[in-house]
């Protein structure tokens, strides 16, 4: 092991995997440091979840080197299973119990638990502490599964698409949880569909597109880096609107207003959005 492995929670270098025909990873290189929110963006089968199950360590892979917590997934026991966090969507929980009783008895499946209590608290179910797990919502399912997930107290949480389905305000209420976990050190790892979520609660993100990394880094930086440049719009005489992309809007608009003697109609300037950003490095730009 490098030193420079035993400095980061995951440490992947050119990961691949293949599911007959299909590449669904090819090449993928992460360099993840402890403490950090982590994003893994991309589109429908860009291979976010293959990766994470290869992280989790239920995932054969057919190529690359893989390091979480100083361990290879594919080679690790139970010792470093209870320092990583898997939030399961399976409906894993029995649907009888109670909260508090479920989240008690997962307690036991640790060598060294956090309090049930603490963990209830932390996920904002302590109204629901004494209601049966089938009488859940969905946001507040999904929050019992996290409370399964951090029980035992790892290091570092592994979660794929924790938000499919939420409503903007389970949402936003979900990132809190994130963010209160985040400021307690542990590492996240998360995949999402969604670049609002990436944006807000990354430190940083690789996004991933059919199995490659096509760009990583801080999400403002990100930005900056790929989304240079603004798209001028304007109408002209003959009332075609018109558009065009340059790195050099000010020149551009002062060569319209050249050209039309003053005011230049309808006059628009954007500059990219990370959603752009994204788009354009996942290729999906004409499919919007
Ligand atoms: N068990 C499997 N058997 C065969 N092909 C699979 C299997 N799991 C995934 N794939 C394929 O591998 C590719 C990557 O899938 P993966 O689920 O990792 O992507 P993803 O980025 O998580 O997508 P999504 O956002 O839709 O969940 C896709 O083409 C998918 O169809």
Known sequence: MTAHTDELAVDVRGLRKRYDEVTAVDGVDLAIRPGEVFGILGPN???????????????????????????????????????????????????????????????????????????????????????????????????????????????????????????????????????????????????????EEAEALAHRLAVIAKGKVVAEGEPAALRRRYGSGATVEWTDRDGTPRGEHTETPTRTVADLTRRFGGEIPDLRITRPTLEDVYLRLTGQEDTR
Not at 64 to 72: E, F, I, K, R, S
Not at 132 to 140: F, M, P
């Open 45 to 195: 089968g860009a291979g976010k979840s293959t990766t994470v199950e290869i992280l989790q360590g239920n995932r054969a892979r057919d190529g690359g080197d893989v390091t979480v917590l100083g361990t290879d997934p594919a080679a690790a026991g139970r010792a470093w299973r209870s320092r990583v966090g898997i939030v399961w969507q399976d409906e894993s929980a029995p649907a009888e119990l109670t909260v508090r009783e479920t989240v008690r008895h997962f307690a036991r499946y640790y060598p060294r638990p956090r309090d049930p209590e603490e963990v209830i608290a932390l996920v904002g179910l302590e109204e629901k502490a004494a209601r049966r797990v089938k009488g859940l919502s969905g946001g507040q399912r999904r929050r019992l599964d996290v409370a399964l997930g951090v029980i035992g107290g790892p290091e570092l949480l592994l979660l794929d698409e924790p938000t499919t389905g939420f409503d903007p305000a389970a949402r936003r209420q979900f990132w809190d949880l994130i963010r209160a976990l985040a400021d307690e050190g542990t590492t996240i790892v998360l995949t999402t569909h969604y670049l």
